[in-house]
């Protein structure tokens, strides 16, 4: 079946320009998570939405980053104002809230990234 | 201290070989845990959720252990296509995913 898919898979801007994400969750997923993952490094957990809120912006890294989701679907992150060290992987994830063995778990599908690269 | 702590390695094992990895949390309130595998330049992918039980998966066997916050993964007759970083994934009561940095595994002919 469709997964979690992202656009553009990679995306060179320069720096100062804005640059918008696109999330397609799994439909029917309630659960929307971005996190970025830097050259050699772990996920970073950026934001995530339940159903069009974000009870969740901790991750955040700066007021240049913001996120929406409309529908309970689709989901952007929008950097402005790029800068070098925005270079990473954007990593979107849905997830469900179901029984698997028994236990009540929440599991999540990742899309396969956005490659961004700050000049 | 961070959240959720795995060993990076690289674990180098020969074909064949048994290998366990182990990864800590500190929440004690965590509810779910999972194993992610990532290869390289790839996105994570769901390899197994942990049970409180245990539960094993062909090769893969995954235990947890909540008083000791601890949990395990042990991976059988190791195949090169399992070389990949593996991702100890803690969900907390708030409903947030903390992935640990991985651990590095990379198994030789």
């Known amino acids: 079946g469709a997964g979690v898919s992202q656009s553009p898979s990679n995306k060179v801007t320069e720096k100062g320009k804005d640059v918008e994400l696109r999330c397609d969750p799994i439909?029917?997923?309630?659960?929307l998570y971005w996190y970025r993952q830097s050259l050699g490094q772990g996920l970073e957990f950026l934001i995530y939405?339940?159903?069009?809120?974000?009870?969740?912006k901790s991750g955040l890294p700066s007021d240049r980053f913001s996120a929406e989701r409309t529908g309970g679907s689709v989901s952007t992150l929008t950097i402005q104002r790029t800068q070098q060290e925005d270079s990473a992987v954007y990593l979107c994830?849905?997830?469900?809230?179901?029984?698997?063995?028994?236990?009540?778990?929440?599991?999540?599908?990742f899309g396969p990234g956005t490659r961004l690269l700050v000049l | 201290r961070k959240e959720v702590e795995q060993d990076p390695g690289p674990f180098n094992v020969p074909e064949g070989a048994t290998v366990a990895f182990n990864c800590t949390y500190s929440?004690?309130?965590?509810?779910?845990f999972f194993w992610y595998r990532q290869d390289c330049r790839k996105e994570p992918k769901l390899l197994m959720s942990?049970?409180?039980s245990g539960n094993e998966d062909g090769r893969f066997t995954a235990q947890l252990n909540r008083a000791s916050q601890y949990i395990s993964l042990l991976i059988r007759d190791s195949k090169l296509s399992d070389s990949a970083t593996y991702l100890c994934?803690?969900?907390?009561?708030?409903?947030?995913?903390?992935f640990g940095g991985g651990t590095r595994l990379m198994v030789k002919p």
């Open positions: 994830a849905s997830s469900f809230l179901g029984f698997r063995g028994g236990e009540l778990q929440e599991t999540q599908y």
């Open positions: 439909s029917g997923h309630t659960a």
């Open positions: 939405f339940q159903g069009n809120s974000a009870p969740d």
């Open positions: 929440n004690s309130a965590s509810q779910s």
């Open positions: 942990v049970y409180s």
């Open positions: 994934v803690v969900n907390d009561a708030g409903n947030m995913l903390t």
